[in-house]
């Protein structure tokens, strides 16, 4: 008897106790080419309590098997009869259609009933069927489709089974396993059916073992746990088996079902696990640091030596359930808990430093670093390491100390530092302005020089008129009113057509009109000269406009590009934005100077240009100088920009203009400035500051 067998004896016991209720839900399709035939069957089905579907020929029949659930088909067709009943069984068995087939049929010929059966038409009833009659067959054909489809799907379930299933009578004897015991003990079916469940005994269980489970099992309970057994080869294997009663009607019990797992593999992986825990407790117990670990209450499970001596308690005492809240301060106790919860969550922190509290009640400060304790994918714990950090603390204290001191030094280093900063960037402007003071010196002697050449016109001028009034005078006070001296007269006209009467009256004024020029461009000079030279506080912002500024360089400037070079000026009327003048007038002035000698040192027949242009946008100002001049190798663009570095010659040149007016843009302004060098020839720099609110400091 096979495992089928045995689960259809005890299903069929079951249902036979079972009165049949039909099932509305139940689906019958009846097949009749006899319209009148059909609807009596259809009547008889629905008084059943079934749900009736009809069909008058075959097609319509196979058609209703792919659009419904059937449960059973009563087929009746006539002609042709045996074509007709082979198609429809046919498709039924090529679709994997299993319902039972009922032939309801008016010939009594008996090779037509057998030749349904051999079809697999489950009964063949003659014609006419009475309502009872028709019931009970159906009843039989559902119970027992249904007994086998049960059947067919615990006989696959137990075959399939990976455990190991052993079926014995009530005795011990073996009347069925499956193929998974034969993978577990190496003994097939036919090898141990009929033969005692003892021949898998390994002798290491006791008589004392084997009466227990006997008098469990013959109770009527089920028994479950470990024992080792012996496979068909001699191997000892554990296993954890499950021993269930299989009891008939009156409760008798008349067979044994065991389910058998093989669980060697992880019996030896918990012997593993067992031997790396205690290879663990002995490696932490060689660790000077505190180990521990604690479970889900909060309680430590396992503390090392160097933490029970670091805290002071014993083995005994942390084996009984001893919180590990304790070891904290009372203050920090509340955070542990929460960074507990967090970590226990895979949450990550960085907070890990808190005070430990000994067991005699002094404190000292710890860090902790901790991990989950992860098995099967569920955290059970917490394992972590504690570190003393008193040393360590006390040597932070000495090193705060340190760094106060040095951050004092560095300081005064920085002052010192940015002092010398300033010196040298005044030395460099002081430099520019020496640089330019000879070309400042003609550029003011110019026009004192023809201011000094008119009034000394001017004298000779005014002492010829001086002559001439004194001439008028004496002929005034010498003349006979009544008859006036002609040769007098002719004295005066020759005096006159002397000293060009006519030419020096047209010539005062243009006199006075160019001396006054000549003093306005002093006055220019000068006051660009005051501009540039005012002096604000190195971190004063005031409001400035930048164009007023290149106008103040250029006219500062104007005798080191006036021989060489054009200048040329797109100015767009700018918001004023905060800086500091002098500093910024300083890189205009490097930035224009460094144009000017750019293009002298091709030695050109002709003058260059310069082009000076100014913008802004929503968030900054801009100013660029361009030159013709010879532009700039990419290796030396990069480098600029460094202090002392210069391709001038010797003496020619400290190297600290362009790093000084990067210097001021970029890291004193927030700006930037840049250079670039177009395709067709020159160097382009380009100064850019944000545009802000300005705020003027000390403006007076």
Request: aromatic share 8%; charged share 25%.
């Amino acid at each position: 008897m096979n495992a089928g067998q045995i689960v259809m004896n005890v299903l069929q016991e079951r249902m036979e106790s079972t009165p049949y209720t039909p099932d509305h839900f139940t689906t019958i399709l009846v097949v009749d080419d006899d319209p009148v035939s059909q609807k009596q069957t259809a009547a008889i089905v629905e008084k059943l309590g079934y749900t009736a579907l009809t069909a008058d020929n075959v097609t319509a029949c196979i058609n209703l098997f792919s659009t419904c659930m059937i449960e059973l088909l009563l087929l009746d067709i006539h002609e042709p009869w045996k074509s007709g009943l082979v198609n429809v069984l046919n498709h039924l068995h090529e679709h994997n259609i299993s319902i039972p087939v009922i032939i309801i049929s008016g010939s009594s010929d008996i090779e037509q009933a057998v030749f349904s059966m051999n079809l697999g038409a489950y009964a063949y009833l003659l014609k006419p069927v009475s309502d009872n009659r028709l019931g009970i067959t159906i009843r039989n054909a559902l119970t027992e489709f249904e007994l086998r489809r049960k059947v067919t799907l615990f006989s696959a379930a137990i075959t399939q089974l990976p455990m190991g299933v052993v079926i014995t009578n009530d005795q011990g004897i073996i009347e069925y396993t499956n193929p998974g015991f034969t993978a577990l003990s190496g003994y097939t079916e036919s090898e141990v059916k009929g033969r005692s469940v003892s021949i898998l005994k390994s002798g290491l269980q006791s008589k004392l073992f084997y009466r227990k489970f006997w008098d469990t099992i013959n109770s009527g309970k089920i028994w479950q746990g470990e024992l080792v057994n012996r496979k068909k080869n001699g191997e000892l294997y554990t296993e954890y088996c499950i021993v269930c009663p299989i009891t008939g009607p009156d409760s008798v019990i008349l067979h044994f079902i065991s389910i058998k797992q093989d669980i060697t593999q992880r019996k030896k992986e918990q012997e593993a696990l067992a031997e790396s825990e205690q290879s663990f407790q002995e490696l932490a117990n060689l660790l000077l640091q505190p180990v521990f670990e604690i479970d889900l209450k909060g309680n430590i499970i396992f503390s090392n030596n160097a933490g029970l001596n670091l805290f002071g308690y014993s083995k005994e005492e942390i084996e009984t359930g001893f919180e590990a809240i304790r070891l904290f301060a009372p203050e920090d106790r509340q955070r542990v808990l929460q960074n507990m919860a967090a970590r226990i969550q895979g949450v990550t922190f960085d907070n890990h430093e808190y005070v430990a509290m000994k067991k005699d009640g002094s404190s000292f400060p710890i860090l902790i670093y901790s991990e989950p304790i992860i098995r099967r994918g569920v955290p059970i714990g917490i394992r972590g390491l504690g570190l003393d950090i008193s040393e360590r603390k006390r040597n932070e204290e000495k090193l705060l100390e340190l760094n106060q001191t040095l951050e004092e030094r560095v300081r005064e280093r920085t002052h010192e530092l940015e002092v010398t900063h300033q010196q040298m960037i005044l030395q460099e402007k002081l430099a520019s302005i020496g640089q330019l003071a000879a070309g400042l010196a003609h550029e003011i002697n110019n026009p004192i020089n023809f201011v000094r050449i008119n009034f000394a016109t001017l004298r000779e001028d005014v002492n010829d008129l001086k002559r001439l009034i004194a001439a008028y005078r004496d002929l005034f006070r010498n003349m006979d009113p009544a008859k006036p001296s002609i040769d007098t007269l002719e004295k005066l006209r020759l005096l006159e057509k002397e000293i060009d009467i006519e030419a020096l009256l047209g010539e005062l004024p243009e006199l006075f009109d160019e001396s006054k020029r000549g003093f306005e461009r002093v006055s220019t000079i000068l006051g660009s000269m005051r501009n540039f030279s005012f002096r604000h506080a190195l971190d004063q912002r005031v409001p400035f406009d930048l164009n007023q500024g290149i106008r103040d360089t250029l006219v500062i400037a104007q005798n080191e590009y006036r021989y060489f070079a054009e200048v040329e000026t797109h100015l767009e009327e700018l918001p004023p934005v905060a800086c500091n003048p002098e500093q910024i007038n300083q890189v205009f002035l490097n930035l224009i100077v460094n144009c000017a000698h750019a293009i002298a040192s091709q030695k050109r027949s002709d003058k260059g240009r310069i082009t000076i242009s100014s913008g802004f946008d929503t968030s900054s100002v801009w100013c660029s100088i361009a030159d013709d001049g010879p532009g700039i190798p990419p290796v030396t663009r990069n480098r600029i920009f460094e202090p002392f570095f210069t391709t001038k010659e010797p003496g020619k040149g400290t190297g600290l203009g362009l790093s000084i007016s990067y210097d001021i843009i970029n890291n004193k302004h927030d700006g930037s400035l840049t250079v670039s060098c177009p395709p067709e020839g020159g160097s382009v720099f380009t100064i850019r500051l944000p545009l802000k609110v300005a705020e003027a400091s000390n403006a007076s």
